[in-house]
């Protein structure tokens, strides 16, 4: 490595990652047995299309505990207005939240 330049260890400073998933919260298709010829009607209820988002962020830094700082979004069905996932601002608390 060149002289001039130093390595996050020789600087003292914090590696950061971040990841975003999304997983919806409707129940698998229902299925059970019955008797030949006869389909069983298995009801499955999901009221809505509920979500949940998660953003996450790891950091290390040498000679330090690793520290996992995340944040979860619920979406909780059709709403006018409201928000399947992270918006900008929610991401910026996230960064601000790993800064502190």
Same mark, same amino acid.
Request: glycine share 12%; net charge positive; charged share 30%.
């Given at each position: 490595m060149a +002289?001039? +330049? $130093?390595?996050?260890a020789?600087?003292?400073?914090r590696l950061?990652?971040?990841d975003?998933a999304?997983?919806g ?6 299925r059970?047995w019955?008797?030949?010829? +006869?389909?069983p @009607?298995?009801? @499955?209820?999901a &009221?809505?299309?509920?979500?949940v988002s998660?953003?996450?962020s790891?950091?290390t830094?040498?000679?330090h505990r690793? +520290?996992?700082?995340y944040r979860?979004?619920?979406d909780?069905?059709? &709403? $006018?207005?409201g ?12 960064l601000?939240? &790993?800064h502190?």
């Amino acid at each position: 490595m060149a +002289r001039h +330049r $130093k390595t996050a260890a020789d600087l003292g400073a914090r590696l950061c990652f971040e990841d975003e998933a999304g997983q919806g919260l409707r129940p698998p298709t229902g299925r059970t047995w019955g008797r030949r010829g +006869r389909t069983p @009607v298995v009801r @499955v209820t999901a &009221a809505g299309t509920k979500r949940v988002s998660m953003a996450a962020s790891i950091c290390t830094k040498p000679g330090h505990r690793p +520290r996992l700082i995340y944040r979860i979004h619920l979406d909780r069905g059709p &709403a $006018k207005g409201g928000r399947k996932g992270f918006t900008e601002t929610d991401y910026a608390r996230l960064l601000d939240a &790993a800064h502190q």
